[in-house]
Nanobody, 126 residues
Framework: QVQLVESGGGLVQAGGSLRLSCAAS????????MGWFRQAPGKEREFVAA????????NYADSVKGRFTISRDNAKKTVYLQMSNLIPEDTAVYYC???????????????????WGPGTQVTVSS
């Protein structure tokens, strides 16, 4: 059974940076588009970023555009989220997810993703 595991979260001051990683247990991850979502306390889970299979087209939520970068290394079965210029509003549990369907299409909808990691906590202090 394929599993996703996020890492790299932690506590950082506003203006700082973190790089999250999402490692897959099987090579089949390289056949899928992938996404990052986040959920803050008391809020709905929201889309952060997504990346297609091979060409690496990307899409970002407006709130992180210009500050976050999603990338992937299929040989390492890993997807990354580089986060820079962090603000307290970025505090949340961050999840990576595997998208179903066409791997060359991007989607901001959680319902289009069928496999989720357990999440990693990111806390940004002011």
């Amino acid at each position: 059974q394929v599993q996703l595991v996020e890492s790299g979260g932690g506590l950082v001051q506003a203006g700082g940076s973190l790089r999250l990683s999402c490692a897959a247990s099987e090579r089949t991850l390289s056949s899928y588009a992938m996404g990052w979502f986040r959920q803050a306390p008391g809020k709905e889970r929201e889309f952060v970023a997504a990346i297609t299979l091979s060409v690496g087209r990307t899409n970002y939520a407006d709130s992180v555009k210009g500050r976050f970068t999603i990338s992937r290394d299929n040989a390492k079965k890993t997807v990354y989220l580089q986060m820079s210029n962090l603000i307290p509003e970025d505090t949340a549990v961050y999840y990576c997810a595997r998208k179903t369907g066409n791997s060359y299409r991007l989607s901001p909808w959680a319902s289009d993703y069928d496999l989720w990691g357990p999440g990693t906590q990111v806390t940004v202090s002011s």
